[in-house]
């Protein structure tokens, strides 16, 4: 089978990994698009693949079948339609956007042009959370009443240009709610359902030369489940566990352990599912082969642009809630 051709738009640290994971995989060939000549060579010289500068001119041609955009959020909605409608398949970095003004107007490119799209939420591509997400929805253990999930991590070590980029501001898509614990409410709502509504606190304390919040506690209600995520950026372990607790039993997953176990008899011992602990690439390649499958007509496992919106509303309550000294925002009351 020929390889697709895929054109990665934005090459930065992300947009590196997804270029070098869809080569990985060996079922496609990336193209680098960027206005910056130094990543460009970068992205020639360490992967041999050509390079572009202007985005618009490189979607319009016709010669790409496949879209990673991983500019900064602001831009994501506008540059996914302007893909799609140019006949593109689209994997759009997260998050979806900074506001939800234009939403509408991505599903309805997306369902008038036929094309697929998909939102890189990258823990749907990750084997052991979809098996304890299985586990969940068999209801073994009954009904979810409460989740948590505690995490933190030295994000200055791990992301030391963090100040230079998107990070910094809001308006694209930075600070610790919008690119960090996205993620997770993100995969807890595909768990238990849409979150309604949430009280959030955050605040700056540790990181240096941005003052975006790096701190992060919310109090969710996801229909009848209490949710509470707790999220810091300067700790030193790197470490993220949620737990979902029924009446009977809980379930533990462990992001940094890659496992998940389950506990339902009092004093008793967790029974753990492990597996080997993988390199981040290998997570990039998996979401970069759901997509290929994705293409080739398979079911897909990845984040859908409505699930998208939804944690885009999330995020957005999350921030209108901190504004507010701390009230309770609903979702369904995002309007921009």
Known sequence: MAKRSVLIIGCGSIGERHLRCFQQTGRAEPTACDVNPALLQKMAETYKVPT???????????????VVICAPAQFHIPMSIRALRAGC??????????????????????????????????L????????????????????ILQATSLAGQAFHLFRPAYAKVYYR???SG???????LTHTANWVESVVGPADSLICDCAHLSLADV????????????????????????????ESTIMFNTAVGSVKIELHNQRWGVLNKFGGEWEW????????????????????DQLDGKPSSL??????????????????????NGSRIFCRDIHE
């Not at 572009?52 to 001119?57: F, G, I, S």
């Not at 003004?101 to 697929?116: C, H, M, P, S, Y």
């Not at 003052?211 to 790197?238: C, W």
């Not at 509303?313 to 507010?324: D, E």
């Open 89 to 122: 398949h689209v994997l759009c970095e997260k998050p979806l956007a900074v506001t939800v003004k234009g939403v509408e107007d991505l599903i309805r490119a997306r369902n008038e042009t036929g094309k697929q799209i998909a939102i890189a939420y990258t």
């Open 303 to 324: 984040c859908s642009v409505e699930a998208a919106a939804q944690t885009l509303r999330f995020n957005l309550a999350a921030l209108a809630s901190a504004k507010a």
């Open 124 to 143: 749907h591509s990750m084997p052991f959370l979809a098996q304890a997400r299985d586990f969940i929805r068999q209801g073994t253990l009954g009904p």
């Open 169 to 171: 501001s809001h308006s």
């Open 174 to 180: 930075g600070g610790a709610i919008q690119d960090a």
């Open 273 to 292: 599912h492990e597996a080997p602990v993988a390199h981040r690439d290998n997570h990039y390649i998996a979401q970069a082969n759901a997509f290929l």
């Open 52 to 66: 572009l500068t202007d985005w618009e001119k490189a979607v319009d041609s016709g010669k790409f079948e496949l």
């Open 211 to 238: 003052d975006v919040e790096d701190t992060v506690h919310i109090a969710a209600r996801h229909g009848k489940v209490m949710v509470s995520y707790a999220l810091n950026q300067f700790q030193m372990p790197n």
